[in-house]
């Protein structure tokens, strides 16, 4: 019998994710987190298969590699070693794919490079992903390892939505696009609401809000990205924890030329201390939601900016597909958080849109309406699996090549 497990590798600067999946019936064989590669106090957290007790290190782990060796020896504890014949491959996540990657890629030395040569347009995340890609191949060259690009689904995207009003030669010449983010999210959501509606993803327009704490928007029509919020890096679009989304580009020219600051610490300022943290001092939705009941005013205006611009990116990619089928509201916020999708989408009437006060309230881990049974266009709460979607992903692709 060929081989179906499939692990999938989300490596951070310095933090590696991982799942092990069967794909038989795409279930869970384990989980886990390694946090704080490179300190002394690294940190495994491992989960085997539901029902298993949690188990965790906490010693130096110097690198991506080390800690690659450590998750191998947490699977291997539980009869799942890198080493077994089940392994079918190994799922990467990717941040950016830039034009070129438009599918899951099996990565050769030519891919490494190209994902290499991206390095500018994704400083934060490319090295990463790459340094997990390079240590997966040094321990098992044998199999194959599958790049899912984060920005593959956004490839679709026609010129009209991907690029900016600037000049063109200038453009071209440092690749400055919209390319669009959390690509793998919005794949899976959009096709698990034509799911949810009964339909094919060819006939349905589905405009997906992934809200976790990093945030975007996209309309997918028919299957297919037109439209999404982030661009060439993960800031533009929505207010998100720590980021700014959308601003007027003047203001960073303003912070320099009479702020003085360096481009460095305005960089800082606009992904890590800027979006709910720097309006209310809290990113989290929950801890917004606690100071709103109390009537905290920063709270409450942080609350109202995030819903104001949700709103406008609704507008917006409601006009851009012109016929609507679905609202999905996904990842921790979307998922949990009643009180934004109820506001987002309040007044919303003459649109078609509305949510059902009660079943908006009900708690689930399901896909799952929560418009009114009439509505004309439905809104749903589509929880997100971006793992599930790698594996899948990369399970059809070396699946397909056998
Ligand atoms: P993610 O990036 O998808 O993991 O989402 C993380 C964010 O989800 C957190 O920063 C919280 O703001 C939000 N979140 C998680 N659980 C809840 C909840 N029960 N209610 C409101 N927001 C939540």
Redesign the pocket.
């Known amino acids: 019998m060929s081989p179906t497990r499939v692990l999938v590798l989300n490596s951070g600067s310095s933090s590696l994710k991982y799942q092990l999946l069967d794909m038989r019936d795409r279930a869970r064989l384990a989980t886990g987190l390694v946090e704080r590669i490179g300190e002394r106090t690294s940190r495994l957290r491992h989960t085997p298969r539901s029902g298993g007790t949690v188990r965790e290190r906490t010693e130096p782990i110097a690198d991506h590699a080390a800690a690659l060796k450590t998750v191998a020896e947490e699977l291997a504890a539980d009869g799942l070693g890198l080493d077994s014949p089940e392994l079918a491959a190994i799922g990467h996540r990717v941040v950016h794919g830039g034009k070129l990657f438009t599918e899951p890629t099996v990565v050769d030395d030519a891919v490494l490079a190209e994902i290499e040569r991206l390095i500018p347009v994704a400083p934060l995340h490319n090295p990463a992903n790459l340094t997990g890609i390079r240590t997966a191949r040094a321990l098992r060259p044998d199999l194959p390892q599958v790049a899912v690009f984060d920005t593959a689904f956004h490839t679709t995207m026609p010129e009209s939505a991907a690029r900016y009003a600037i000049d063109v030669r200038t453009a071209d010449e440092h690749r400055i696009r919209r390319y669009g983010f959390h690509g793998t999210s919005h794949a899976y959501v959009s096709r698990a609401t034509a799911r949810l509606l009964g339909k094919a993803p060819e006939d349905v327009n589905v405009i997906v809000l992934h ?4 945030a975007s928007a996209s309309a997918v029509r028919g299957g297919r990205c037109v439209d999404t919020s982030m661009g060439l890096t993960p800031l533009e679009g929505l207010v998100m ?1 720590t980021r700014s989304g959308d601003i007027d580009p003047a203001v960073i020219f303003h912070l320099a030329r009479v702020g003085k600051m360096s481009i460095d610490e305005i960089d800082t300022l606009l992904n890590k201390r800027s979006g709910l943290v720097g309006l209310c001092g809290d ?4 801890e917004i ?1 606690r100071r709103v009941d109390e009537g905290d005013e920063a709270a409450t205006l942080a609350f109202e900016i995030y819903i104001h611009r949700l709103k406008k990116y609704i507008g917006a990619y409601y006009a851009v597909l012109g016929t609507v089928d679905a609202i999905a509201f996904t ?3 979307g998922e ?2 009643a009180p ?1 999708r109820a506001a987002a989408v309040a007044g919303l009437e003459t649109l078609g849109l509305a949510v059902d006060d009660a079943l908006n309230t009900v708690r689930g881990d399901a896909p799952r309406l929560i418009s009114p049974a009439d509505a004309r266009v439905k809104v749903a709460v589509v929880p ?1 699996d971006e793992e599930l979607e790698i594996a899948t992903q990369t399970y059809a692709l070396v699946e397909n090549s056998n």
């Not at 809200?211 to 990093?214: E, I, K, M, V």
């Not at 990113?283 to 929950?286: A, E, K, S, T, V």
Request: proline residues 0%.
């Open positions: 809200l976790g704490n990093g924890g990113n989290d939705m929950r939601r990842a921790g916020v949990n958080a934004v997100t």
